[in-house]
């Protein structure tokens, strides 16, 4: 897959993108990411991205002309049409199913936001696939952008090792993940549980499968998975 990430400050993704399992995705040639300046797409002296907001207000909007110029350069470069993502607290919750969606695109174009907003023919003119991260505000579009990212580079075939499987972890069957315990047998009077050290794989599996089920009907009520009988 390839990511192309726009965006006023582009130098804030590469730490994390170098980093864990995105740094090996990347290495391993699974993943390339490209990170683009709108700035680099003005013409004036002052290489202005932003204006004040036609009919008063507070704050700046994103200006169309080096956002459009930033798109239509990266795409040109693009062996295939890129699914182009806006990252927007208006747009779709980004949950595992669509997770699993954008991994199936070959290449993304995600288009971050700052200030107050996005002129919006961005949106009408662009029709972007508009996606927020959850119900709160963020400064920016760009801590969205890098927890995308993640969500999908997880899904890349091969990203993952054996040892770091997508299927038993949470949300991918829609319950929670069960406890987990490693040395000591005891910390500060709290005993790993007894099922665990015993070595029994059938019983160990049984609890595991219990702790989901109950951990999910406890702390995540809403998700469909906690209202399945078991
Ligand atoms: Cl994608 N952008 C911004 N600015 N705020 C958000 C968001 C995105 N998702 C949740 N809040």
């Given at each position: 897959m390839h990511i192309d990430i726009l965006s006023l400050?582009?130098?804030?993704?590469e730490p994390m993108l170098s980093t864990s399992i995105i740094g090996r995705a990347r290495d391993n040639g699974l993943l390339t990411v490209a990170c683009t300046n709108y700035r680099d797409y003005t013409h004036d002296v002052h290489r202005t991205v932003d204006d004040k907001p036609y009919g008063g207000g507070p704050g700046m909007v994103l200006k169309c002309e080096p956002v459009f110029a930033a798109v239509r350069d990266v795409e040109s470069r693009a062996a295939v049409p890129p699914l182009r993502i806006l990252l927007t607290p208006q747009g779709r919750r980004l949950d595992q199913p669509l997770v699993k969606e954008l991994a199936a695109a070959q290449t993304l174009l995600l288009i971050c936001g700052h200030y107050?907003?996005?002129?919006?023919r961005i949106r009408l003119g662009l029709k972007p696939l508009e996606v927020s991260i959850g119900d709160y505000v963020l400064s920016g579009g760009e801590a969205a952008a890098m927890v995308l990212v993640d969500t999908v580079t997880r899904l890349l075939?091969?990203?993952?090792?054996?040892?770091?499987?997508?299927?038993?972890?949470?949300?991918?069957?829609?319950l929670l993940e069960y406890p987990q315990y490693t040395r000591p047998a005891e910390f500060e009077g709290m005993r790993v549980p007894d099922v665990l050290v015993s070595g029994h794989h059938a019983e160990v599996a049984r609890w595991r499968a219990e702790q989901r089920r109950l951990r999910t009907r406890e702390r995540r009520p809403d998700l469909p998975a906690a209202r399945q009988d078991g």
């Open positions: 400050f582009p130098e804030v993704f107050e907003g996005f002129d919006e075939p091969g990203a993952l090792g054996a040892e770091e499987s997508v299927e038993e972890e949470s949300f991918t069957d829609g």
